[in-house]
């Protein structure tokens, strides 16, 4: 199933697709299941929230402004140099270890919106990266059980701003300005995908030119090592997300540099998880 959450007139409404048909309710209607997030918080089943939503009446989709899947995670735990093909094109070589940073909700924006190009900076970087969305609490859990703590997929954008990232030994700071953190459009639950979403090919194109072409499956952790190893240090919590990394091809590395600029148009797109599309516009 692949459920999508969104604004119409004010109020905050959740679908589900259906081919290109996306079906849902808003707040205040009967029926409305709540949001994803709160979905997840009270431990609501998705395949029945599914079901219920596909007699929804349809959603015409020009009417809309997409919101992220998830709005208010309690975590957002990124993780750098995590496909090998990246690693290698950084000069900065293969992890041994997950390279985890936070990234937090204020920086969130849903499909379709804008990309802000910070005044502060010319460098601001594309960064396709698969979403995994933890569906149940869990702490120490194994490789082997960690697929079973999540309840889906989906897209990010991790549009970063690389002066600002490089100015400490630490990257949040570039990774959280505002309106740079693209999210959705959908959540995909895991019958949907192969196991761990591996083998899935991942790209980006600015302006129509691929600029990035890789596959999940050169992740040096997959989900299953991430969440697994993260679930050693804290308790991951339903809604928590974690942004798996970013294959090779980011602007950063080119020569010369590719760094996105006001008026360009960013897609990135997993197979079998869709088109995440945002346009880019300055602060």
Same mark, same amino acid.
């Given at each position: ?47 029945? !929230? ?94 082997? +059980? ?42 995909? !639950? ?26 999940? +499956? ?27 990394? !970013? ?37």
């Amino acid at each position: 199933m692949r459920f999508s959450c969104y604004e119409r007139n004010g109020n905050e409404g959740i679908g589900i697709w259906l081919g290109d048909e996306l079906r849902g309710l808003e707040s205040g209607m009967p029926g409305y299941p709540g949001s994803l997030d709160a979905l997840l918080a009270t431990g609501a089943e998705l395949q029945a !929230t599914g079901k219920a939503l596909s007699a929804a009446p349809v959603v015409p989709q020009t009417s809309i402004r997409f919101l992220p899947p998830l709005r208010h995670p309690s975590k957002i735990l990124c993780v750098g140099l995590n496909y090998r093909a990246h690693s290698v094109e950084t000069g900065l070589g293969a992890p041994d270890y997950p390279a985890v940073f936070a990234r937090f909700p204020s920086s969130l924006i849903g499909h379709g919106s804008p990309l802000v190009k910070p005044t502060v900076s010319d460098q601001l970087d594309y960064e396709a990266e698969l979403v995994a969305v933890i569906g149940r609490r869990c702490r120490g859990v194994t490789a082997a +059980a960690a697929l079973e703590y999540v309840a889906g997929y989906s897209m990010f954008n991790e549009a970063s701003i690389r002066d600002y990232q490089l100015r400490t030994s630490q990257w949040t700071i570039g990774k959280n300005f505002d309106g740079t953190g693209a999210f959705g459009p959908a959540l995909v !639950t895991p019958d949907e995908l192969p196991p761990g979403a591996s083998g899935l090919g991942i790209r980006t194109r600015l302006n129509g030119r691929l600029v990035q072409d890789g596959n999940t +499956a050169d992740m040096v952790f997959g989900v299953a090592s991430l969440v697994s190893m993260l679930s050693e240090v804290m308790t991951l919590e339903p809604g928590d997300i974690i942004v798996t990394g !970013t294959p090779s091809g980011v602007g950063m590395s080119r020569k010369p540099p590719l760094y996105m600029k006001a008026g360009d148009v960013c897609e990135v797109e997993i197979d079998g998880i869709g088109t995440l599309r945002n346009p880019v516009i300055a602060a």
